[in-house]
């Protein structure tokens, strides 16, 4: 298939550890903005915010550090051993992936002040999420052109999606939760907005990317974005289905809707898994149809 | 708020401009192609490319080439055979990392005839 990379193990590897560093970025991110929109939210389901942005932005270093090494694995040939070797490291450090792990250090680090209670703490980790959104602006495919608009929208677009992802443990401890309900309405208002900025944003760095309807029929890249926009399309509907149904459900305390409602969160985080994974392919082994 | 958002602004300008990934290369000797001798190993890239490893294999297992141009990022790579290559079939394998960080790899084969 056109503008698809060769697949071996260090590229699979690649791609899952790329995956779950986005998994683990998103949730970091998601834990501040979660908190600075819903500052009255419980204490347990605060604190399970806190708890989970801080250890997400620790396992995203940790990811980091794995992918700078698979990475230099891949470019030298050697295998395993190229992992560890000095040289091949470098080049990774002097790649885009070194600025990027900069930022995204800086925001990790700046993530764990949101374990201080008050506006320092919320302020200083929002600064994190957005240092750790900006970081995707250095590297990989928004280095295309126009430059400029395809930064805008990458960080719009992970800021708009660390909301959502961010929100669902959350979410799903709120729901378990007596009078949980009240928050996973305004959840449903404010996410209405954000999920449509997640799309368009989404939708308009794809076009960039693609640029005639034959760029998405005829190319590794565009197949690879139909799959996730399959996924995405379930995924709105499972939401759709919580805000419209299980939710009100809830809030009429109907008969196991906090259940029902647990349930279809946790198919969420399945979907976004798999929306992950799609994503990490996209950006790992297809080049985009208006570079080929 | 206004000097972060200065300084993302500022760092994003300066920051060069690079296409995702570089384009399908060309090589010398051209991939499936017949020759009589091979006095260099040439590699074009659309974008700069830091090729981090080459192999040239032959019909008698790997043959020693030796870097011209380094292992900086170039558009033009170029490799020489260190001893004349008898007649045989010949294939090179090539890792590096393109210009927007991505890790690319490539192979092409020749046949070199008397």
Not at chain 2, 29 to 53: G, Q, W
Request: with cysteine.
């Amino acid at each position: 298939m056109e503008g698809l990379a060769p697949i071996d193990g260090w590229a699979l590897a690649a791609i899952i550890a790329k995956a779950a560093g986005y998994a683990a970025a998103l949730v970091a991110m998601g834990g501040p903005l979660f908190l600075a929109a819903f500052r009255s939210a419980p204490d347990d389901v605060l604190r399970l915010a806190r708890k989970l942005a801080v250890i997400a932005a620790l396992i995203g270093l940790a990811v980091l550090a794995l992918r700078f090494g698979i990475r230099a694995a891949r470019i030298s040939g050697m295998g395993p051993s190229g992992a560890i070797d000095a040289m091949m490291l470098s080049f990774v450090w002097d790649s885009p992936l070194g600025t990027a792990a900069i930022w995204r250090g800086a925001g990790a680090l700046l993530i764990v002040a949101v374990l201080i209670e008050g506006t320092i703490g919320i302020v200083a980790s929002l600064l994190g999420a957005l240092l750790i959104a900006t970081s995707y602006a250095f590297v990989g495919h928004s280095l295309g052109d126009p430059r400029w608009i395809l930064a805008v929208l990458v960080v719009t677009h992970l800021l708009a999606a660390a909301f959502w992802v961010g929100a669902l443990a959350p979410l799903h401890r709120s729901a378990a939760n007596k009078d949980g309900a009240a928050l996973l309405h305004r959840f449903g208002i404010i996410a209405s907005g954000t999920v449509a900025v997640l799309v368009v944003v989404g939708v308009s760095f794809a076009w960039l990317m693609i640029g005639s309807f034959s760029g998405l029929f005829g190319t590794a890249y565009g197949w690879t974005l139909i799959v996730k926009i399959c996924v995405v399309t379930g995924l709105l509907g499972l939401a759709a289905k919580n805000k419209l149904q299980l939710v009100p459900a809830l809030a009429a305390n109907k008969d196991d809707a906090d259940g029902r409602l647990r349930r279809s969160i946790r198919m969420e985080v399945v979907a976004v898994a798999l929306i992950l994974l799609a994503t990490a392919t996209l950006t790992s082994i297809t080049t985009p149809p208006v570079n080929l | 708020m206004k000097q972060i958002i200065l300084a993302l602004v500022t760092t994003l300008a300066i920051a060069p401009a690079a296409l995702a990934h570089s384009k399908a290369e060309t090589t010398t000797p051209a991939n499936e192609s017949t020759v009589e001798k091979v006095e260099v190993i040439e590699l074009r890239f659309d974008d700069p490319m830091r090729v981090t490893a080459i192999t040239l294999t032959g019909p008698d297992g790997d043959v020693e080439i030796m870097r011209e141009t380094g292992l900086d990022p170039v558009t033009e790579f170029r490799a020489m055979p260190s001893a004349i290559m008898p007649a045989g079939v010949y294939s090179v394998d090539w890792r590096g990392l393109s210009a927007d960080g991505h890790p690319m790899q490539g192979t092409f084969g020749f046949t070199v005839a008397d």
